[in-house]
């Protein structure tokens, strides 16, 4: 099993500037499911994707003109692996001095890696400079949070802090707030983000649920198990009929990690980047 201390974060690495798909560091999402109750191989209580963005990709023509791209990774929230952060930017980096005939070719390499570490299909869309004009900014839509004047003190994951109340109409809520904070699983360092919750059921109490949100400021994980851990929370304690938890985080090292799962069909994010990213 890949397990995170084993991969190259808070290690001195080797920047390799030639392709190299062997650095590239997959980590089972089962053990942090199962740390809150999701047995591997039970149907999941979501579904969803991690849309993953690069502004740092850049690799050669065949002449050795460097080319440069914004990419996007979509990748499945059924996929069995995650991808460790530091692994996924060096092995951007060994296209770097690496020449190849096109976009496209750069585009099915990194499709057919990425699909090979996670384990599932793995949408890969290149943004080139002729496209960079036309990228658009916005935040999460939702009622803010943060305009709650509380006062708390408790900075690891409480869910006992969320609750609904269940003898109200049932209500249809869009939540925001930009307080999110953990810490990486392996180097400690802070993750910073904006989370959207969306439901329908009881009326969630909001200053429980900002109060929940901040209890993750000295938690240790990575950015797709704490939003698997909100959500779960949540549909525990509240048992919304619906709900979907969105959050974009900020960029380390050129990339930045949105998770977003969901148990009601609707549509994908447009993953906008925030004023944050």
Request: no cysteine.
């Given at each position: 099993?890949?397990?995170?201390e084993h991969s190259p974060l808070g290690k001195v690495s080797a920047y390799k500037a030639e392709y190299d798909p062997s650095l590239l560091f997959p980590i089972p999402r089962a053990p942090k499911r199962a740390e809150i109750g999701l047995a591997e191989g039970a149907a999941l209580p979501f579904f969803g994707v991690d849309f993953w963005n690069a502004y740092e990709l850049s690799w050669l023509n065949q002449k050795g003109k460097p080319q440069v791209a914004l990419a996007t990774f979509i990748v499945p929230a059924n996929t069995p692996n995650i991808v460790e952060s530091k692994s996924f930017k060096l092995y951007l980096n060994s296209f770097n001095q690496t020449r190849l005939a096109s976009?496209?070719?750069?585009?099915q390499l990194l499709h057919q890696d990425l699909?090979?570490?996670t384990g599932g299909p793995v949408q890969v869309r290149l943004t080139t400079e002729a496209d960079f004009a036309g990228q658009r900014m916005g935040e999460l839509d939702g009622l803010l949070l943060d305009r709650l004047d509380i006062e708390t003190d408790i900075y690891e994951p409480a869910?006992?802090?969320l609750r609904a109340d269940h003898e109200e109409t049932i209500v249809e809520e869009t939540l925001v707030s930009h307080l999110l904070k953990s810490n990486c699983l392996v180097t400690g360092q802070p993750d910073w983000g904006s989370v959207q919750i969306q439901y329908v059921g009881a009326p969630?109490?909001?200053?429980g649920l900002l109060k929940y949100l901040i209890s993750f400021r000295n938690h240790n994980e990575f950015h797709e198990q704490c939003v698997e851990r909100i959500f779960v929370d949540v549909m525990r304690q509240c048992r919304p009929a619906k709900l979907a938890v969105y959050a974009r985080y900020t960029r380390r090292g050129g990339l930045d990690i949105n998770p977003f799962r969901t148990n009601f069909n609707t549509p994908w994010p447009d993953n906008r980047r925030n004023a944050r990213q």
């Open positions: 099993m890949s397990l995170p976009a496209e070719a750069l585009q699909s090979e570490a869910p006992q802090l969630i109490d909001q200053e």
